[in-house]
């Protein structure tokens, strides 16, 4: 079946470089979304990488995808303190439905 | 704003009742899937409509059950709610297999 983990907390102080990491299991996949979560709302769809990419670049987001080794990362460029939230990892997987399958998520802590 | 839409925000059951939750999706959309999250976990897949039909299910008993209408809004039903069932209830639209776009929940509490 899927799996789908990462790290569940990074701290980092404002203006340095976040990556957040997430590894996942089902080769099949032909999407990797990131999210993000902010408290008490729902998600929302930060970018995403098809599975024949190796690297997609977005403003200050950059994803790489190692497909070898099931390796996907998030990188935040000039991380600031509105960042601060929960990161989620997805896979989409077209078997028993079009669905999304989540990581645990990664809080991301900016300091001053 | 996703454009998603979900009601009501919040709500309180006691075990053992009925609720029904409500999603429209964003315009053109014509796929909602629903999604369960407990606090401190990544959301679950519940079911998912393709216009009108269910397109797929999670690994949720029969007492969770839904709906989507001509417009693709759609409901989710529990019934019997047990406590385990306090979660954030997420509705997400899609055209498609493309991109989903996710409402911002209705938190269900079960006493």
């Known amino acids: 079946g899927e799996d789908v983990e990462q790290s569940l907390f990074l701290s980092v102080r404002e203006g340095d470089s976040s990556v957040i990491n997430c590894t996942y299991t089902d080769s099949s996949s032909t999407y990797l979304y990131w999210y993000k979560q902010e408290p008490g709302a729902g998600l929302q769809l930060l970018t995403y990488i098809f599975s024949n990419m190796d690297m997609k670049q977005d403003q200050r987001l950059t994803v790489l995808l190692n497909k070898k080794d099931k390796h996907l990362s998030l990188r935040i460029a000039d991380t600031q303190t509105g960042d601060s939230a929960i990161y989620f990892c997805?896979?989409?997987?077209?078997?028993?439905?079009?669905?999304?399958?989540f990581g645990t998520g990664t809080q991301l802590k900016v300091e001053l | 704003e996703t454009g998603v839409t979900q009601s009501p925000t919040h709500l309180i059951k006691t075990r053992g009742q009925q609720v029904t939750l409500r999603c429209s999706s964003q315009s053109g959309h014509n796929t909602v899937s629903w999604y369960q999250q407990a606090l401190g976990q990544g959301p679950q897949f519940i079911f998912q409509y393709y216009r009108e039909e269910e397109n797929g299910r999670g690994n949720f008993p029969p007492r969770f059950s839904g709906l989507q209408f001509p417009n693709y809004s759609s409901e989710l039903n529990v019934n019997a709610l047990e406590l385990d069932d306090s979660a954030l209830y997420l509705c997400?639209?899609?055209?498609?297999?493309?991109?989903?776009?996710f409402g911002q929940g209705t938190r269900l509490t079960v006493v």
């Open positions: 997805a896979e989409f997987d077209t078997g028993g439905g079009n669905k999304l399958t």
């Open positions: 997400a639209s899609s055209l498609g297999t493309e991109e989903a776009f």
